[in-house]
Structures are given as structure tokens and as C-alpha cells.
């Protein structure tokens, strides 16, 4: 009996034990990985992204777009003028609150 209820308590630290342990290689797996030198692939991807960031920058806009994009572009943006009223609709819309008047009754 009293062996019996080791067993079972030796089990169940058996799991907490394995659990708390496969948890922690996971972390360390993923620890490693980040340390290691990407593979290729990734380091492509990662690579055409900085390129694009940096010809965007320099173009001030989409790169490597013809006329047709921005005659595309215009007719959104002319279409949309249309719909929502006037203003310029490539910049976010600045808000203005102004504080609400309370006036005072006499009780």
C-alpha cells in the first residue's frame, strides 16, 4: 500500500519533472536558432526586403511601377474625392475636439 502511493507520487513528479524539462528545451531551441546564422532562404527573403525598404526611401514612393499604376492611382484617388469630398486623401485626417460649453441652471 504505502509502496503504491510512492509509485504514483514518483510519477507524478516523473511528469511535472518531464513536463518543466521539455518546456525549457523548447525555450533553448529557440534561443539557439536565433544566435545561428539564418538559413538561406530566410536570409534571401530578409535581403530583398531591406533592398526595396531602401529603393522606396530613395523613390519616395512604390518602385518599379509603370504608368499604368499610377493612372490607377489616380482614378482610385479621383473616385474616392468623388465619394468622400474634398482634401487631400494620401495624408491621415487631422481631429479637432473642442471642449463641450456647460452652462449653469439656477435650482
Known amino acids: 500500500m504505502i509502496l503504491q502511493q510512492i509509485l504514483r507520487l514518483s510519477s507524478f513528479f516523473h511528469s511535472a519533472v518531464s513536463l518543466h ?39 519616395g514612393g512604390p518602385v518599379d511601377t509603370g504608368p499604368e499604376f499610377q493612372k490607377d492611382l489616380n482614378e482610385s484617388l479621383a473616385r474616392l474625392q468623388r465619394a468622400y ?4 486623401l494620401t ?6 475636439f473642442e471642449e463641450p460649453k456647460f452652462e449653469e441652471t439656477p435650482k
Open 91 to 96: 495624408k491621415f485626417p487631422e481631429f479637432k
Open 21 to 59: 524539462v521539455r518546456r525549457n528545451i523548447g525555450l533553448s531551441a529557440i534561443v539557439f536558432n536565433k544566435t545561428k546564422e539564418l538559413d538561406p532562404v530566410q536570409k534571401l527573403f530578409l535581403d530583398k526586403i531591406r533592398e526595396y525598404n531602401t529603393k522606396s526611401k530613395q523613390a
Open 85 to 88: 469630398g474634398e482634401g487631400d
